[in-house]
């Protein structure tokens, strides 16, 4: 039999009525990936949250109208004119906080599956850590701006001291922390610099490098009233030593060197920490051109992490920027202007709101708010100067 004669027959019998019809093969089924299969809308989370905190302002609200006592939602005092508030805000904040994660991770669970899941109870759990920690900062500036800014409006704040009679001003509590914030700084950058460049380029693990890591620890756990003392004792003792006026000990230069024990730890761990974040490849190719060592570190190293040397610099400042027993003990205050650091009492903003708060006044407790919140903006004006050099004398692949 021919091969036609093959294949016709074999046609035939499957083009027939009787014949039974072929099953086409199988096509693959569209696969399904359990990664991305389920997810929640992008505003199921910010719809979430707010009924979260709806509900439990809700709850609380209850609470509070079913108070057998009575207490009204918001009064003021008319001893002290504060303004009082009997809602628990606190258990509001906290009952909402766990509502949202336990039911958004509920949420995930059932259309996401357990993976997303616990993506998202983590993500809750950042979120609200985030928003818990930021309340009480936002509180804080709103309180300093409510209750300072009255005493800021007044002119005479920034024109007069408090010497004269019907005069209350804080023009010499603002130059006092300025002349020993800048003694601080002259005193403690180049030192702390310096010792971080010590530790990180020619130390390599020897033992002073070893011991001054050591007392660097040590200082950073320092109480601030110490440092004051250390202070005050050291140029008490040089003042004996050579015979002078120990009525004159206090001094701003002394609240400086008290200032500088308590920056300094900071100064230096910044430092180090910054300085160890430039590749060594770039200190070995300044080797290879043949540039000494002290230049690769001028040229090379310094300008490469100064905008982490900068901010590093700038929260040691804001860190003692607000030391008041340190400054108590060291400097003194006073009502006179005193712009001489190296001869008598000179005043600084925290021992002027010290001082003014423990006059029980409405004048004097408004002097003193006024003083908090002008040490919040030189410490906002520090930074903004500091991101200011950091950006324009940084490498130019970092802006």
Not at 139 to 152: D, H, K, M, Q, R
Not at 221 to 247: K, Y
Not at 253 to 277: C, F, N, Q
Not at 344 to 357: D, I, K, N, R
């Amino acid at each position: 039999m021919s091969t036609e004669t093959v294949k016709s027959t074999s046609a035939g019998s499957s083009s027939g009525p009787g014949a039974s019809k072929t099953t086409p093969p199988n096509r693959p089924s569209k696969t399904v990936n359990a990664l991305t299969s389920g997810r929640l809308p992008k505003w199921a989370m910010p719809v979430l949250v707010l009924a979260s905190f709806v509900a439990s302002f809700l709850i609380f609200l209850g609470i509070w109208a079913a108070d057998p006592e009575g207490k009204p939602l918001i009064n003021v005092v008319e001893q002290t004119g504060n303004l009082t508030i009997g809602y628990n805000w606190g258990g509001f904040l906290a009952l909402g906080g766990v509502i949202f994660i336990v039911v958004g991770w509920l949420m995930s669970r059932i259309v996401e599956g357990a993976r997303q899941a616990a993506n998202r109870f983590v993500q809750s759990l950042v979120v609200t850590a985030f928003v818990l920690a930021l309340i009480p900062l936002a509180s804080l500036i709103t309180i300093l701006f409510i209750n300072g800014l009255p005493g800021l409006v007044d002119p005479d704040f920034f024109l007069h001291d408090s010497s004269r009679p019907g005069e209350r001003g804080g023009l010499h509590a603002i130059v006092g922390t300025l002349l020993i914030t800048f003694f601080t700084s002259l005193i403690t950058i180049p030192i702390g610099i310096f010792t971080a460049v010590y530790i990180v380029e020619y130390g390599r693990g020897g033992r002073l490098t070893k011991a001054i890591t050591f007392f660097v620890d040590v200082m950073t756990g320092i109480p601030s009233i110490v440092a004051g003392l250390f202070a005050f004792a050291l140029f008490m003792l040089f003042t004996q030593t050579f015979g002078g006026d120990l009525t004159t000990v206090r001094a701003g230069i002394v609240g400086s060197i008290a200032l500088m024990v308590l920056m300094l730890p900071t100064v230096v761990r910044s430092s180090e920490e910054m300085i160890r974040l430039v590749p060594q490849e770039l200190r070995e190719a300044s080797y290879a051109l043949g540039v000494p060592k002290w230049l690769t570190i001028v040229k090379v190293v310094l300008p490469t992490c100064l905008a982490g040397l900068v901010t590093g610099v700038l929260l040691a400042i804001a860190r003692v920027i607000g030391e008041t027993a340190p400054l108590l003990v060291a400097a003194g205050m006073s009502i006179n202007m005193n712009t001489n650091p190296f001869g008598g009492v000179m005043s600084s903003l925290p021992t002027f709101v010290y001082q003014q708060w423990n006059f029980t006044t409405a004048e004097g407790n408004q002097l003193a708010w006024a003083g908090a919140l002008v040490l919040l903006l030189i410490v906002v004006v520090l930074n903004a100067i500091g991101r200011v050099v950091s950006y324009y004398f940084s490498p130019r692949g970092s802006r």
